[in-house]
């Protein structure tokens, strides 16, 4: 007989097994199928030049906020409060700029606004998460009193200082403060002039009657070329490159750095990553404070972006933030998911909840029994995909 | 030439003198004083309830004893966390606690003191260093005979006596001079109990002295040098394991069989 190892059992696995054990793997397919359907049932209106910019708008919005969420799942525990943060952050800038800076310290410029409404919301997501590891209670619960809470001291405090819950007309902090166009301004603009330069190049010499038919007009858009025969849309919203920002720090600290490692370990198995020396409380709380700083980043990029605010901004956003995170592949018991999953799942939401305006002959009420329906196809798919993975020994 | 007197003529690595632990009124603990001799392996033997699994969390700073010294190397050693113990050189593995199922088998090696980057991205951000720990651990498992093909894979697709080879082998790599483990077979079969006993054994080759908690008595005559015996929370005998046999340790855990202590 030949003397056989433990080890031949596991000796290896070709690439396509390798692929299908990928956390990201079931919510790249589900966002494959998704732009495809909305390429037809749009008529490609969804992706011309400024369907990709409101659809990459949004899907930045859902991708900052989910992003710290999964990160937070992935260590084990839950923030239910981010919505409310968004609102609170919100009227803590708007409030800021509009009369100036608390204890009569003067006129506020955004940055200022911005830094003061960051240490607030660090603390806070700090001492949300001191709660939670002092307490050894569930993070859903905590997260979900502070939900409440802070929804209901921002209303308060807008009621109290501004008389009404809602700040609009806020002057356009963007043309003068760097600072403002950074978060609300827009990006990228050579990717819409290659654009549009390209749509150019594709038409020229095309003689347009003066009135363009609507067929033409709808070509010309998918070329960046607005009805009067010049550029149409400029660049994305700013949101677009924080997201990608956040994104790419969460990959790079998730993949190939120690605390990366202990998160993932943290939320696996708390007391044996306890055991071998990580400091689970503090990535726990380190983590509680990422989520408010994601919160606080989607908050400033719509306040100087709309130059408004009102009380009910971010309602509902903690639960995107989740389902995001769990159609990208992070289990809700933690331990496992991935970045990338997450930004597959964003622009997964992030489409199906715009698709309304695309296809204009469905009720908007549609978007919540698809995304209904997504998120339970992702639990399954992952499901498969984790029995895949442990069911073979 | 007994075995006893060659342990008797070794230095004293790690000494713990009048150890106790109370639970408010209950006594854990009581008074207990352990000798662990250079590259020896100590079993540590009792019934359910027998303070086991107290004293080697008292020794290596997971609960805070109540009483009690603690001597390295002769000099008197404050251990009040497990970052004390590791510090000192003691590395424990626990029964339960040893691997993170959902990370690979380099990731869980190093969990906790991963080697990061000899560059500003390693010291600045902790950048891993992931080519010198997947070197490091292929020398290790050499050096140890463990077989294990594919390091990238998460702990959970290896089997529990692999598992266990992963997780002693961190005595080897990081515990310069103690290795505590509890009940390091206790959920796996006969085969593999003997590679991971015979895995215990050869700690000592790489410079390591053994505390060890079984339930296997065989373990313990086979495997071991001494045995001490602990019955509700008290130490009532430790004897080189040349001179006791099977039924002679049950007595002693049981009660059936009363000693003073000595060695």
Known sequence: ???????????????????????????????????????????????????????????????????GAAILMIAGEFDLS????????GMSMAMMLKWGLPFGMGEATPFAAFIITLAMTLSIGWFIGFVVVRSGLSSFIVTLAFLFLMRGV??????????????????????????????????????YDAWYKLGQWLTAGTEWPARLPNESINY???????????????????????????SAVAWFIMS????????????????AARANGVPVNAVKIGLFMFTAFCATMF??????????????????????????????????????????????GAITVGLVSNAVFFIPSIDGAWFRVFLGGILLAAVFANERIRKRITGGI | MSLGNTAAAKRPVLEAQGISKHYGGIVALDKVDLTLNEGEVLAIVGDNGAGKSTLIKALTGAIAKTTGVIRFD?????????????????????????????????????????IVRDDWLGRWLGVLDFKKMDAEIRDLFD???????????????????????????????????????????????????????DLVRSLKDHGLSVIMITHNMQHVLNYCDRVMVLRLGRLVAVRDVADVDGDTLVGLITGAKEAGAQA
């Open chain 1, 256 to 271: 190939r750095t120690q605390l990366g490692n202990w998160i993932y370990a943290t939320g696996d198995n708390k007391e």
């Open chain 1, 1 to 67: 007989m030949v003397d056989r190892n433990e080890s031949d059992r596991l000796a290896s696995e070709s690439w396509l097994q390798r692929t299908v054990r990928k956390p990201e793997i079931g919510s790249f397919i589900v966002m494959v199928v998704i732009i495809i359907a909305l390429f037809i049932a749009s008529d490609w209106k969804a992706f011309n030049a400024l369907g990709l910019k409101n659809n990459v708008a949004i899907i930045a919005q859902f991708g900052i906020i989910a992003t």
């Open chain 1, 299 to 344: 908050a400033a990029c719509q306040v100087f972006d709309t130059n408004t605010s009102d009380a009910a901004k971010g309602n509902l956003m903690e639960l995107f933030a989740i389902a995001i995170a769990v159609v990208g592949g992070t289990l809700m018991t933690g331990g496992f998911g991935s970045i990338l999953g997450v930004v597959f």
């Open chain 1, 220 to 246: 010309l858009a998918l070329l960046n070329i607005n009805r009067r025969l010049e550029q149409w849309v400029e660049g994305f919203d700013a949101r677009f490159m924080w997201w990608l920002v956040i």
């Open chain 1, 154 to 191: 921002t209303e308060v405090s807008f009621r109290l200082i501004n008389q009404s819950t809602q700040i609009s007309g806020l002057p356009d902090y963007k043309e003068n403060s760097w600072f403002a166009n950074i978060l609300g301004g827009e990006v990228f603009g050579w990717f």
């Open chain 2, 74 to 114: 002769g000099a008197e050693t404050q251990i009040d966390t497990p970052g004390d113990a590791k510090t000192a050189g003691i590395e424990t593995v626990y029964q339960d606690l040893a691997l993170v199922n959902e990370i690979s088998i380099t990731k869980n090696v190093f969990l906790g003191r991963e």
């Open chain 1, 82 to 89: 981010i919505g409310s943060m968004i609102g609170f952050a």
């Open chain 2, 143 to 197: 050096k140890l005979d463990i077989r294990i093909a594919d390091i990238y894979r998460d702990a959970e697709a290896f089997s529990g006596g692999q598992r266990q080879a992963v997780a002693l082998s961190k005595t080897v790599m990081f515990g310069k001079r103690v290795a505590i483990l509890d009940e390091p077979t206790a959920a796996l079969g006969v085969r593999e109990s003997k590679m991971a006993m």
